[in-house]
T-cell receptor, first 110, second 115 residues
Framework: GEDVEQSLFLSVREGDSSVINCTYTDSSSTYLYWYKQEPGAGLQLLTYIFSNMDMKQDQRLTVLLNKKDKHLSLRIADTQTGDSAIYFCAETPGTYKYIFGTGTRLKVLA | NAGVTQTPKFQVLKTGQSMTLQCAQDMNHNSMYWYRQDPGMGLRLIYYSASEGTTDKGEVPNGYNVSRLNKREFSLRLESAAPSQTSVYFC??????????????FGPGTRLTVL
């Protein structure tokens, strides 16, 4: 099947690190993405990683890619209340073919 | 730039009614997409248009039709709405092939309820 799996909920305290995990299915994806969805809004691209990379750092965000296990993770350092949102990973096994995960709802407690 | 705009923001229909969801983008993107978002299921692709003049089915096309009116506009039509089509609908656009992959730009969504 083509299910991209994520855990549904994550709760962290403000200032802690958050780690959101994703298991994808298609090893032919050239890029893997993380999108953020705030309440009542559409998705916005947070970051992406090229499939030949193991890690990408972008300010407070660190993306780790384990191609052998088809595992993608997003780490948010120093998590703030403004980071509360739903986070989606996505793979792109072909042009025009975007497969989104189920989304992880991150709640940041003050 | 407004980015991707969608109308209406909210809609309530009765079973069997029809309606068209409108989407427009001002980023000169070639490709446009319609998704539905349901709780616990992420986003699922309904239809996409790779370029002006072409449309193709996605994962869940049944019960929907689309029209790529011009490069800017891509509409989604429900001919005979069913309760199973209650969802949040997102339009997106992109330009595949640009450096950095295929970032999708999303509209704010249309929340549709079918009674």
């Amino acid at each position: 099947g083509e299910d991209v799996e994520q855990s549904l909920f994550l709760s962290v305290r403000e200032g802690d690190s958050s780690v959101i995990n994703c298991t994808y299915t298609d090893s032919s994806s050239t890029y893997l993405y993380w999108y953020k969805q705030e309440p009542g809004a559409g998705l916005q691209l947070l970051t992406y990683i090229f499939s030949n990379m193991d890690m990408k750092q972008d300010q407070r965000l660190t993306v780790l890619l384990n191609k052998k296990d088809k595992h993608l993770s997003l780490r948010i350092a120093d998590t703030q209340t403004g980071d509360s949102a739903i986070y989606f990973c996505a793979e792109t096994p072909g042009t025009y073919k975007y497969i989104f995960g189920t989304g992880t709802r991150l709640k940041v407690l003050a | 730039n407004a980015g991707v705009t969608q109308t209406p923001k909210f809609q309530v229909l009765k079973t069997g009614q029809s309606m068209t969801l409108q989407c427009a983008q001002d980023m000169n993107h070639n490709s446009m997409y319609w998704y539905r978002q349901d709780p616990g299921m992420g986003l699922r692709l309904i239809y996409y248009s790779a370029s002006e003049g072409t449309t193709d089915k996605g994962e869940v096309p049944n019960g929907y039709n689309v029209s790529r009116l011009n490069k800017r506009e891509f509409s989604l039509r429900l001919e005979s709405a069913a309760p199973s089509q209650t969802s949040v609908y997102f339009c997106a656009s992109s330009d595949p092939g640009l450096a950095g992959g295929d970032e999708q730009f999303f509209g704010p969504g249309t929340r549709l309820t079918v009674l």
